[in-house]
């Protein structure tokens, strides 16, 4: 494995450079297109002219959940929670947000010396009409896990003899709001949490990033972050996409804070990355099995999944102990490998033999220089922070043509990041 400096992957970023708001139309965005060498300007609701023929394209279809959440202590003290992924009773993410008791994420803790294991922070506030105390407390402080916990009762289940017009005071409490819906975990962060935006914008969330913070075909809730290539894509020009027989699937990663962790090591490889979970489906395999040579996947998570979907199979093919974890230098420590097509086929296997449709499982892949692409073809995406591990994922797919696109946008007044303008790779 080659030595990579981090310090080759850098440019200069002004402030001023860093859209803090997006664009009033999503499609009216600058797209750079990068062919083999040449480079084209147009603008992204024009994308459909640029793509090969019988491309797949392939969506993340997460949803960003209000993931930052602030409770008020009685000495005035605000500590600020940063759900990260769920712990108890399921880490898996879909399945955490329909939790309707109690329960344990991984957070980061903002203000944390002020809170103190066994101290109990609480609020209460409305959710579907109805008054709901929500409490938390630390779980375990090694670990920042933090348990929450919501009583959506408050008014008591009739009892037997309620029903026959008799009135107790000891009835059970219901856990069901106003309107008789239980109230979900996720129906409580809609309520109580707002939309963590990445910390390079330097602004307070808005309302207007609810709608604008998400892409239009956002889906499956659990991301705390937005997959931001999706957020130029509009219905008219995912309607002009199938008009023009460009396929498109959907599969779903779950955007994790780690994407805004800088690197701070010189030597990359050294670099954390964490876990994110990726959920897909028979439909997704077959798809890509009869698209093969024609994926290109909406952004650097689509990217990431469909490569880790790659390794899956292979683990599944060599009999790993942990076929359903792609660690993060995995691809880098294998040789004689399988086809894509063989890799493919023994996941279409594995979930036959588990009678399921649908794998959740977790990948930290860390796509850099030296990356051989097994499955994507190219990419759309936007332009990404100096120094970070999407830069290395980008001049892992261009090699050192990265630069050349990166100074293309700055000297053509693109806007960069979260909400910035966008661009289509095909070396």
Known sequence: MQNIKLSDYTYDLPDERIAKFPLPKR????????????????????ITDYLPKNSLLVFNNTKVIPARIHFQKPTGAIIQIFLLHPVLPTPVINLAMDVTDSCVWKCMIGN???????????????????????????????????????SDNLIPSPSPAERGGLRTNNSPLSRRGAGGEVITFVTLIQALGTIPLPPYLNRETEESDNETYQTVYSEKKGAVAAPTAGLHFTQEVLQNLEKQGIKQDFLTLHVGAGTFQPIKVENIVEHKMHNEQVIFTKKNIENLLANLGNIIPVGTTSMRTLESIYWFGVKFLKG?????????????????????????????????ERNTEEITAETEIFIFPGYQFKICKGII????????????????????????????AMTNDYRFLSYGDSSLLLP
């Open 27 to 46: 499609d009216e965005s600058k797209l750079q297109v990068y062919q083999q060498g040449k480079i084209t300007h147009s603008v992204f609701k024009n």
């Open 320 to 352: 790993d102990d942990s076929p359903l974890l792609i660690e993060k230098l995995y691809p880098y420590q294998h040789e004689n490998l399988p086809s894509v097509e063989d890799s493919l086929k023994a996941i279409l296997n594995e979930m036959e």
């Open 112 to 150: 944390r010396k002020r809170w103190k294991k066994g101290d109990i922070l609480s609020q209460v506030l409305v959710v579907d009409g109805q008054e709901v105390e929500v409490k938390a407390e630390i779980f375990d402080e090694e670990n920042n896990y933090v348990e929450l916990s919501w």
């Open 381 to 408: 995406t936007n332009y990404h922070q100096p120094e970070s591990t999407l830069i290395l994922l980008i001049a892992a797919l261009i090699g050192e043509d990265w630069r050349k696109v990166y100074h293309e």
